[in-house]
């Protein structure tokens, strides 16, 4: 079946410093990805729709500038949180779809970050 | 309004109960229906889709009432690595297709 790695699956780090989170699906070609942030007993938020080759497109209240997403091949997307600070700790899952998200999702086990 | 809404409970019942979860959906564009199955710090993962027709797999059985904007799931013969929080999820139409999820509703079995 569809698997869609994440690294790293957990990340401590410090005010001010920037994170980047990679995406990857393994045995498939992911033309779109997307990017979901998920706080403590809430629902998962979509942040950003991410087609290879092309600009991200942001969900409204997202900060383009503050989380770069990057989709250069059809198996990688990176989401890069830049000077991450204590608000932004929160479970970011990826997932990936073969045709724009009218089908299924396959989602990355997740990466969890802490900004302390 | 939340797009997506569900009781997120906690719901409690023993082991070989049924159980049944409902979720409702506010835009009436909507065009799939998915409940996923979300584990304590993991990611979710797709229990079934949901037809307009019903559909069954096994244990569960999801159902689709379009003109109430409706979905439900039911479990069967419950287990406890049925323990997890169920998440309702539509997929809406137009040229931003994204799914709209719920918050979620905790399932404890016990034994």
């Known amino acids: 079946g569809a698997v869609v790695s994440q690294h790293p699956s957990w990340v401590i780090c410090k005010s001010g410093t920037s994170v980047k989170i990679e995406c990857r699906s393994l045995d498939f070609q992911a033309t779109t990805m997307f990017w979901y942030r998920q706080f403590p007993k809430q629902s998962l938020m979509l942040m950003a729709t991410?087609?290879?080759?092309?600009?991200?497109?942001?969900e409204q209240g997202v900060e383009k500038d503050k989380f770069l997403i990057n989709h250069a091949s059809l198996t990688l997307s990176t989401l890069t949180v830049t000077s991450a600070h204590p608000e932004d700790s929160s479970f970011y899952i990826c997932s990936a779809s073969t045709s724009g998200g009218r089908e299924t999702q396959y989602f990355g086990p997740g990466t969890r970050l802490l900004v302390l | 309004r939340k797009e997506v809404e569900q009781d997120p409970g906690p719901f409690n019942v023993p082991e070989g109960a049924t159980v049944a979860f409902n979720c409702t959906y506010s835009?009436?564009?909507?065009?799939?229906f998915f409940w996923y199955r979300q584990d304590c710090r993991k990611e979710p993962k797709l229990l079934m889709s949901?037809?307009?027709?019903?559909n069954e797999d096994g244990r569960f059985t999801a159902q689709l009432n379009r003109a109430s904007q409706y979905i439900s799931l039911l479990i069967r013969d419950s287990k406890l690595s049925d323990s997890a929080t169920y998440l309702c999820?539509?997929?809406?139409?137009?040229?931003?297709?994204?799914?709209?999820w719920g918050l979620g509703t905790s399932l404890a079995v016990n034994p």
């Open positions: 949901v037809y307009s027709s019903g």
């Open positions: 835009n009436s564009a909507s065009q799939s």
């Open positions: 999820v539509v997929n809406v139409a137009g040229n931003n297709r994204k799914l709209i």
């Open positions: 991410s087609n290879e080759g092309s600009k991200a497109t942001y």
